[in-house]
């Protein structure tokens, strides 16, 4: 499971059982995220959160590590059998945002920042699994 953290939504993203494909999940506030995931996991295995780690471009922390720092701790709280694993997520939104509007979406939809959140998820997902294979 991946989360792209932001202040105002979450977009979160899973594997299939193989670790194959990922799949977007869901957008969910902050203040619901530790509700969602408990329920979640009720009916669901979770073998790993893969976690968005925001860097500037000379790879330090940009402004929403704290953020992110915190949500980090939170997951490590209520959820400590499960292991986290931070990835780097610059450029995640930007491409997320070429991939909606190169999808031939109503305007509408492509403005539609949750659904950013859930994409960019996936891209890490993606991208963390592309990188165990090889």
Do not use: C
């Amino acid at each position: 499971m991946a989360f792209d953290y932001g202040t105002r939504r979450i977009g979160i993203a899973v594997t299939d059982p193989m670790q194959i494909i990922a799949t977007g999940l869901d957008t969910i506030h902050p203040k619901d995220i530790i509700a969602y995931l408990k329920n979640y996991l009720l009916t669901e295995q979770v073998e790993k959160f893969i976690v968005g780690e925001p860097k500037q471009m000379d790879n330090s922390p940009s402004q929403s590590a704290i953020h992110v720092k915190g949500f980090v701790n939170l997951l490590k709280k209520n959820f400590a059998e499960v292991t986290i694993e931070m990835l780097d997520e610059r450029f995640t939104s930007k491409i997320a945002s070429a991939t909606i509007a190169q999808s031939g979406m109503s305007k509408k939809n492509r403005q539609n920042k949750a659904l950013v959140d859930t994409i960019s998820a996936v891209i890490l997902l993606q991208s963390w699994m592309e990188r165990r294979i090889f």
